[in-house]
């Protein structure tokens, strides 16, 4: 089983259209994440859930909207795509252990590369 | 976003040498560190954590954490080809509800044989 699953794999579209990009995770986290990897490997985080709730918005353009239905969802939805949009958005979870540290992790998703053309 | 700093590279090693990977965030309120190691075209996946100052070994790679500096370190010991992939530092920052991971630019490695 994929601990975390995000589709599609490959995003192909124009300049101007909307879309989606769906994650679920099945390891029971609290907390999920989406984050956005350049052409220069740098992965940047854009939104923070915990229990479906908004933790964290890191500047990112409001044509960015992220749903979280429950918390093993959490769907990223682009309006106007542009072509600067074109990146590989990983999305992630994690949970806070009860106790100490030793296993604290962010589980990723395979990655959705999206191409704006 | 948090500044994690990192060497971008390339960084290449002889086959059999010892690697050197260094990383430095800015906030002191830092709590984990983790390094993270991505091939081309995959996700990142965790070969490493530490949360408090010193050495931590696990098979050929040891972190080093020296929060007064500020700095985390990865070594690499008898590098492999197959070591050869980007490394990703990455911090967490904030409270319990929902630890925040924060990445550097990443360095990539390239074992030569």
């Known amino acids: 089983d994929t601990a975390v699953s995000q589709t599609p794999k490959y995003l192909v579209t124009q300049m101007g259209n909307d879309k989606s990009i769906k994650c679920e995770q099945n390891?029971?986290?609290?907390?999920m994440y989406w984050y956005k990897q350049d052409s220069k490997k740098f992965l940047k985080i854009m939104f923070s859930?915990?229990?479906?709730?908004?933790?964290i918005n890191e500047t990112v353009p409001n044509r960015f909207s992220p749903k979280s239905p429950d918390k093993a969802h959490l769907n990223l939805h682009i309006n106007s795509l542009e072509l600067g949009d074109s990146a590989v958005y990983f999305c992630?979870?994690?949970?806070?252990?009860?106790?100490?540290?030793?296993?604290?992790?962010?589980?990723f998703g395979s990655g959705t590369q999206l191409s704006v053309l | 976003q948090k500044e994690v700093e990192q060497n971008s590279g390339p960084l290449s090693v002889p086959e059999g040498a010892i690697a050197s990977l260094n990383c430095t965030y800015s906030?002191?309120?830092?709590?984990?560190f983790f390094w993270y190691r991505q091939y081309s075209g995959k996700s990142p996946e965790l070969i490493m954590s530490?949360?408090?100052?010193g050495d931590k070994e696990d098979g050929r790679f040891t972190a080093q954490l020296n929060k007064a500096s500020q700095y985390v370190s990865l070594l690499i010991r008898d590098s492999q080809p197959s070591d050869s992939a980007t490394y990703l530092c990455?911090?967490?920052?904030?409270?319990?509800?929902?630890?925040?991971?924060?990445f550097g630019t990443g360095t990539s490695l390239t074992v030569i044989p």
């Open positions: 906030d002191r309120g830092s709590q984990s």
């Open positions: 859930y915990n229990n479906k709730e908004l933790i």
């Open positions: 992630a979870s994690s949970q806070v252990p009860l106790k100490g540290r030793s296993n604290e992790k962010l589980f």
């Open positions: 530490i949360y408090s100052n």
């Open positions: 390891l029971g986290h609290d907390t």
């Open positions: 990455a911090v967490t920052i904030g409270p319990n509800t929902g630890n925040q991971f924060y």
